[in-house]
């Protein structure tokens, strides 16, 4: 099912040490400082290249191993072990498996199973980004997505690589005409630098192109979290309906328990894991059945919904808690007293409380503290796959989706247009729509695999003030995609206007609302200032 990438002696001398394994595409870290981990994780997100290839490549000559040669990774692994099974088991303190944390690549995982893995809050993840590379390259002679063995195994198998195939091809014969059509679009700017120029305009190219691509394309994410973590991950994957999923469990199981294997010991032991994930498996399957029961097969959503993002709830006395929030710590009062006192401040007392407390934000990076934690929105939104992919990665809020599925149809980019390319893409569209359909009959779940990223997908963010800062100024920033740019302008004109936050609004100061043709560009432009200013003497 998986490709496996290949080594030559020496270099199978050279990863041994740092990887548990060379073959299959779980594995973890070891052996390595934690700032070169987060260095290869981070140059993980903008490569082609699988992890272990990139050390090679790339970070194997820089890296002081002189030390290394003795290095035991089992080094107190014992006594470790003993511990946790005293504390942990004897005494059932889950805090203890927070300590432990491993790196892991989970390599060739779908666009299904990638929102799975980053489910969980309190882990940290990179993924492969559309944005910077082409998935016109094959791997192991293949197109990059998934074959699921019980697709390919029924009498659908070859209508599913047929129409993935050509999904791909016609991906794939768009590149260089969309790449042509930036060059045309956006001449260079003198003062540019060749490769600046390159990588915005690939970006803007495959931008354009990225919702043609099916959620079964494969992609690498970059893991790291502690054992509880990864227990929680587990339980929640093995309970999963799609093969893949529990597929996928297993693995990780397997390298995880090479470096941290007491903090998972309760996964597989049916009077634990065993229990947690029937518990999970019945709950699913009794809420369906109440479901089918109460509404039969009602008609889905009409096709072609607009994208909308809607706030659906809200508390109108919500600046007055977030400004008695802002007191409490500063005052011996009872949270009631202070929101009576509140209640009879003055607009302009209220405002100056907010605005000393939020202060002067010289960036986006400054953020006020967690009283402004006090008052929550929650959005319904609607939107493509593709800014889905990129807004469910904030962690801190709570997001539930639906199935991706083609009901709710798909907008045209304005340059795919632009270029004339419009047919092309919506004959690739219709080919992911009726490969669905055709799926969906005998694979309820499985047919989202054939759905491509620029259909419409919907689902609800739910966050406190704190949290809708960060979001909205973050993802409505120059280099955003303007997908999801357009979700995170529209959050906070809903707090403005729609909940009348004006002022909790206002300390948002850095949501972007201006149109950028190029997005890349002035980030590109940066990073090559400080690619220079790294390497000037």
Not at 275 to 286: A, K, P, V
Not at 384 to 405: C, K, N, P, S, V
Not at 474 to 498: C, E, F, N, W
Not at 507 to 525: G, Q
């Amino acid at each position: 099912m998986y490709a496996q990438e290949t080594f030559t002696d020496e270099e199978i001398t050279t990863l041994r040490p740092y990887f548990t394994n060379l073959e299959g595409p779980v594995f973890a870290l070891t052996n390595l400082p934690e700032v070169v981990r987060g260095a290869l994780f981070a140059r993980y997100s903008r490569s082609d290249k699988s992890l272990r290839r990139l050390f090679l490549d790339e970070f194997v000559g820089d890296l002081d191993v002189s030390g290394d040669t003795t290095v035991d990774a089992t080094v107190g692994l014992k006594k470790a072990e003993t511990l946790y099974q005293r504390v942990f088991l004897e005494y059932g303190d889950d805090s203890v498996a927070q300590l432990g944390g491993v790196h892991l690549a989970c390599e060739q995982a779908s666009n299904v199973l990638t929102k799975v893995l980053e489910w969980g809050r309190l882990m940290a993840y990179l993924e492969q980004s559309t944005r910077y590379i082409a998935y016109d390259t094959r791997l192991g002679g293949r197109y990059r997505y998934i074959r699921p063995s019980d697709i390919l195994d029924s009498p659908l198998g070859a209508r599913y690589v047929g129409d993935i195939d050509s999904i791909f091809d016609g991906y794939s014969a768009l590149i260089p005409r969309m790449l042509e059509w930036a060059k045309q679009r956006y001449p260079k700017d003198p003062s540019d630098s060749d490769f600046v120029y390159k990588q915005t305009i690939k970006a803007k190219a495959l931008d354009s192109l990225r919702g043609l691509l099916p959620a079964a394309t494969l992609s690498n994410v970059g893991m790291y979290g502690t054992g509880q973590s990864y227990e929680a991950l587990l339980l929640r994957m093995r309970a999963h309906p799609l093969p893949e999923m529990r597929e996928y469990a297993h693995l990780m199981l397997i390298e995880l328990r090479k470096v941290i294997p007491s903090f998972l010991e309760r996964v597989d032991r049916p009077d634990r894991g065993g229990e947690w994930i029937r518990y999970f498996s019945e709950t699913r399957e009794d809420t369906d059945e109440q479901m089918e029961r109460i509404f039969g097969e009602e008609t889905l959503t009409a096709q072609n919904e607009p994208a909308s993002v809607q706030l659906t709830d809200f508390d109108p006395d919500g600046e007055d808690k977030v400004i008695a929030a802002i007191l409490y710590s500063r005052s011996h009062k009872s949270e009631e007293q202070l929101r009576d006192d509140v209640a009879k401040m003055s607009v302009e007392d209220k405002t100056e409380i907010l605005l000393a407390y939020v202060g002067d934000r010289t960036n986006r990076r400054h953020k006020p503290g967690r009283a402004f934690e006090r008052t929550d929105y929650r959005f319904d939104i609607l939107s493509d796959y593709g800014a889905f992919r990129d807004l469910q990665r904030h962690r801190m809020l709570t997001i539930e989706w639906q199935q991706l599925t083609p009901y709710h149809g798909y907008d045209i980019p304005e340059s795919i247009t632009e270029a004339g390319a419009s047919q092309e893409f919506e004959d690739i569209l219709d080919t992911s729509k009726n490969l669905f359909d055709v799926l969906a009959q005998r694979f309820p779940v499985g047919a989202s695999y054939a759905v491509a990223l620029q259909y419409k997908i919907r689902y609800v963010m739910q966050m406190n003030v704190r949290e809708a800062m960060h979001l909205t100024e973050l993802r409505s920033a120059p280099a955003g995609h303007p997908s999801y740019r357009k979700v995170a302008q529209d959050m906070h004109t809903l707090i403005r206007d729609v909940a009348g936050h004006k002022a909790l609004a206002q300390a948002m100061k850095y949501v972007d609302y201006e149109v950028y043709e190029l997005e890349r560009l002035k980030a590109e432009r940066a990073a090559e200032k400080k690619r220079a200013a790294v390497t000037s003497p």
